[in-house]
């Protein structure tokens, strides 16, 4: 089951919407399984990035007016040596869920509880949504 995933962050520099497709071993799952399983690609993806960094690479200007309109004008490369730890990405991407860090929406609906049963062949797409505190006291 192929699904796209809207991935964007709530800062000033990044309001840029990235889409990626997943496929899914399953067409109904909960949401603690399709958490797993977007995380699970997600890692994988970045370890193979980081295996197969270009050395050398140029930017083009249309590329630069984006990167600049992003807020950050780099190169993509992936700095440091360790790769990401698929247990530890599934147990904070969960963590970050139940604690209301990261909002999950199937469409137009909030997914709110992780253990509700979601089924991917009613879903257009996925949007996730890192929330940010805001600054002060709560009373």
């Known amino acids: ?17 990235t889409t990626i497709s997943v496929n899914y071993s399953k067409d109904e799952m909960s949401v603690r399984e399709f958490l797993t399983e977007t995380v699970n690609y997600c890692v994988n993806s970045y370890n193979e990035r980081k295996e197969n960094e270009e050395v050398l690479k ?3 200007p249309g590329e630069i007016e984006d990167k600049a309109s992003q807020g950050k004008v780099s190169f993509g490369i992936i ?3 360790k790769k990401a730890d698929i247990n530890k990405a ?6 970050a869920f139940e604690d209301g860090i990261v909002a999950a929406f199937a469409d137009d609906k909030r997914l709110e509880d992780i253990n509700e049963n979601i089924k991917l062949k009613d879903i257009q797409s996925v949007t996730f949504i890192k929330l940010v505190m805001l600054a002060g006291r709560m009373w």
């Open 79 to 81: 700095y440091g040596e």
């Open 90 to 95: 599934v147990a904070d991407a969960i963590e």
């Open 58 to 60: 140029a930017l083009l």
């Open 1 to 17: 089951m192929e699904l796209n995933i809207n991935v964007k962050s709530v800062s000033g520099k990044k309001n840029k919407i």
